[in-house]
């Protein structure tokens, strides 16, 4: 399988604990994304890497939210001190840089659920 | 405004045609239209994307009015694994922004 892999699928926690999410992007691509989307609603932005480097984030990214991409593959999304409100589904996306203006196509990973309790 | 306009629902019978549209009247010169959809449980699937011109794929076909402040995606002959939520969204890569906003899309429901 060569699509974007998130692990874990399910997470439950307690209320202040951290939890960490793992992205594997498709391979080679050089643009990574996190999404966060709860029930009812669609995703919802929330930073985006080209390579290493975090260009975009919204302010949805709390002082409690960090996402790192150290060597532009892999990323992983920690929150710390989780709350109920953090209680979503986490989307992972990739895309290319094709380097032409032809739309900025996505994919998603399966998305990662967390529930705080 | 990054923001389209969408039905919050629409049904069809199985086998026939579908039209899901979509309003994006702000939009500027250089966005693009996504269309995705997304399955319970799942993260959303790319379906199809366009500039100006009308655009065909394996899934789907997406008709984009001249002016461009609406566009049109068709299946062609819905299916029960149709069934999902589906999101219209410009995409401003185009002006240098890569984050796509998604509203509530629209949550299509295929009648055997």
């Known amino acids: 399988d060569t699509g974007v892999s998130q692990d874990p699928r399910h997470k439950i926690t307690k209320r202040g604990q951290n939890v960490t999410f793992r992205c594997d992007p498709i391979s080679e691509h050089n643009r990574l994304y996190w999404y966060r989307q709860t029930l009812g609603q669609g995703p919802e932005f929330l930073t985006y890497f080209q390579n290493e480097a975090q260009l975009e984030k919204s302010r949805l990214l709390s002082d409690r939210f960090s996402a790192e991409r150290p060597k532009g593959s892999f990323s992983t999304l920690e929150i710390q001190r989780t709350e109920q409100g953090d209680s979503a589904m986490y989307l992972c996306a990739s895309s290319f840089d094709y380097g032409t203006v032809s739309g900025n196509t996505i994919y998603f990973g399966e998305g990662s659920w967390l529930t705080v309790v | 405004d990054a923001k389209t306009t969408q039905p919050n629902s629409m049904e069809s019978n199985e086998e026939e045609p579908v039209h899901l549209p979509c309003n994006h009247s702000t939009i500027s010169g250089t966005d693009y239209i996504h269309w995705y959809r997304q399955l319970p449980s799942q993260g959303p699937e790319y379906v199809i994307h366009?500039?100006?011109s009308n655009v065909n794929n394996r899934m789907a076909s997406l008709a984009i009015a001249e002016d461009r402040k609406s566009s049109t995606l068709i299946l062609h002959r819905a299916t029960l694994r149709d069934a999902a939520v589906y999101y219209c969204i410009r995409d401003g890569s185009g002006a240098g922004s890569y984050q796509l906003t998604f509203g509530k899309g629209t949550k299509l429901s295929v009648i055997p």
């Open positions: 366009g500039l100006t």
